[in-house]
């Protein structure tokens, strides 16, 4: 098992930054590649950004490419998402998630392939 905490969200203005926090606890945090998931109101759970387990590669949704940044810290056994210039449209929860044994690119970015979540941290970014 992999427990998950997020923390870092808020309520803030667009062009504001926040950094979220995902800190990790039980198995092996350097066996699991970490993913940034979000779901807006009525909307479907989407992918943000995915780091691999040593942190030397990351994939970013296009929508957010150059305003997110992913990082991991494996001495911290915790994962960031720095999130800059923010959008009314980047309103909604984050999730971070941890998947084992990623087979294929595809495994980042689709939600169901991850083993473990979060519970969640609010985003709102007002006009």
């Known amino acids: 098992q992999v427990q998950l905490v997020e923390s870092g969200g808020g309520l803030v203005q667009a062009g504001d930054a926040l950094r979220l926090s995902c800190a990790a606890s039980?198995?092996?945090?350097?066996?699991?590649?970490m993913g940034w998931f979000r779901q807006a109101p009525g909307k479907e759970r989407e992918f943000v950004a995915a780091?691999?387990?040593?942190?030397?590669?990351?994939f970013y949704a296009d929508s957010v490419k150059g305003r997110f940044t992913i990082s991991r810290d494996n001495a911290k056994n915790t994962v960031y998402l720095q999130v800059n210039s923010l959008k009314p449209a980047d309103t909604a929860v984050y999730y971070c998630?941890?998947?084992?044994?990623?087979?294929?690119?595809?495994?980042?970015?689709?939600?169901?392939?991850?083993?473990?979540w979060g519970q969640g941290t609010q985003v709102t970014v007002s006009s």
């Open positions: 998630a941890a998947k084992y044994a990623v087979t294929s690119g595809t495994d980042y970015i689709t939600p169901v392939r991850y083993d473990y």
């Open positions: 039980g198995r092996t945090f350097t066996s699991y590649a």
């Open positions: 780091v691999t387990r040593s942190g030397a590669s990351t």
